[in-house]
């Protein structure tokens, strides 16, 4: 193994995977830390964690375990990555992981870089822009976990860590690799700009000899080349049967994303209040779903008002512990019944359907949208997406996809 990863979200592992296997590298997604040494033949490994809003030690325990594992098989190079919208709380967990990763590792500096040009994300001047929003004016400023109301990086990851950080700003990244890496300061974090693919590439040279690095799957675009590899076009073979979508986001992207599909096709909403007090029979939602003569929407996503109102009534994370514990549940109950391809939009809901359906590692196929690939687990299709990305008809396109071979 040349490159290991560690993903704070599975949503996430899957969007760095692709990018990694468009640039020519043969990836495994791993769902947690594997018990058994990897297939010697992989080129790069990315460890699924649940980490991103997990309590603080937690999160820095099953990363270093993850960054052990991946160093055990040969990994020169560890990537923690982390949301292109950089999401986490006050206390991290960005900082505290990127901390311990880099005592472990034994890392001075370390490049820091969410920038995802083709799915809107730059950074200039160390500030995270979504489009042509700073990252608090995008959106995700009402984000329901991990509400982001600062888009400066630096006063971000400052805030969170115990390393200096510092920037790397655009006019040095458009002097290319050497200017970047010559900006470089020992023993701190540094915040790199980014604002095209272009940039990425010469991030990606600068870090041929760096031992940690962290950022969006952006940040995996210049790395592959370093090993010698070149690129290549996933392949896949068709999976056929029948289809559900699993919606747990309620990012403006997927909102759009659901009414678009809901038009033309059958839904079923989970209300947060019904979900805490323990009032939805999943066999009877299951049964529901495989009822359907065409692939159904099972959805919690709702507006920012109706999420802030569901946590004031009872608490940031009980309402979405509640919708995660019912999608791991229904998850395997609709594969049992023959469901086949799956649809599944956000980080935490992808987390809990992957976890309920007892994958341990999927098999990355070709992109649907920028980040989001086909996975394969055994005879299941899957398309894990992240809440921000895609167009408004992602899935149904995505469902389309898996039936076809490529």
């Not at 950080?165 to 290319?176: A, D, K, M, S």
Request: aromatic share 4%; with cysteine.
């Amino acid at each position: 193994m040349k490159l290991g990863i560690i993903a704070d979200d599975f949503t996430g592992a899957s969007d760095i995977g692709l990018t990694l296997a468009e640039a020519g590298m043969a990836v495994a997604q791993f769902i947690g830390v594997p018990a058994i040494k990897a297939d010697p033949s992989l080129d790069a490994g990315v460890i699924a964690l649940k980490s991103r809003t997990a309590p603080v030690e937690e999160a820095v325990t099953e990363s270093i375990a993850a960054c052990d594992w991946l160093s055990a098989q040969g990994a020169e190079q560890i990537v923690l990555k982390v949301c292109s919208t950089f999401d986490s709380t006050a206390e991290g967990n960005i900082g505290p992981v990127l901390d311990a990763l880099a005592k472990r590792l034994n890392a001075g500096s370390v490049i820091v870089c969410p920038a995802f040009p083709e799915n809107g994300r730059s950074v200039y001047q160390g500030h995270l822009f979504v489009a042509d929003k700073l990252l608090n004016e995008s959106g995700m400023q009402d984000h329901p976990l991990t509400p982001m109301k600062d888009a400066d990086l630096r006063r971000v990851l400052g805030a969170q860590s115990s390393r200096e950080v510092g920037h790397i700003p655009t006019l040095t990244v458009l002097q290319g690799a050497g200017a970047i890496k010559a900006a470089l300061t020992n023993d701190a974090h540094m915040i790199t700009d980014a604002i095209t693919d272009a940039d990425l590439i010469a991030v990606g040279q600068a870090a041929k000899d760096l031992p940690l690095l962290c950022g969006g799957s952006g940040i995996a675009m210049g790395l592959p080349a370093n090993f010698g590899l070149a690129a290549a076009a996933p392949t896949w073979q068709a999976i056929t049967g029948s289809g559900a979508v699993l919606s747990g986001s309620c990012s403006i992207a997927t909102r759009n994303q659901v009414d678009s599909f809901m038009a033309d096709a059958p839904s079923f909403q989970i209300s947060a209040d019904r979900a805490v007090a323990g009032e939805y029979n999943v066999d009877e939602i299951a049964e529901w779903v495989l009822a359907q003569e065409q692939p159904p929407l099972v959805h919690s996503s709702a507006d920012p008002v109706v999420v802030q109102e569901a946590q004031d009534a009872h608490g940031t994370g009980v309402a979405a512990a509640a919708i995660e514990k019912l999608f791991a549940q229904l998850a395997p109950a609709i594969v049992a019944g023959g469901v086949r391809r799956l649809v599944v939009a956000g980080g935490e809901t992808s987390g809990a359907v992957v976890t309920g359906l007892g994958a341990n590692t999927l098999t990355i196929g070709p992109r649907v949208a920028a980040g989001v690939p086909l996975v394969r687990f055994g005879d299941i299709a899957l398309a894990l997406k992240s809440g921000n990305f895609g167009d408004p008809n992602f899935f149904a396109e995505a469902l389309t996809m898996m039936e076809r071979s490529a």
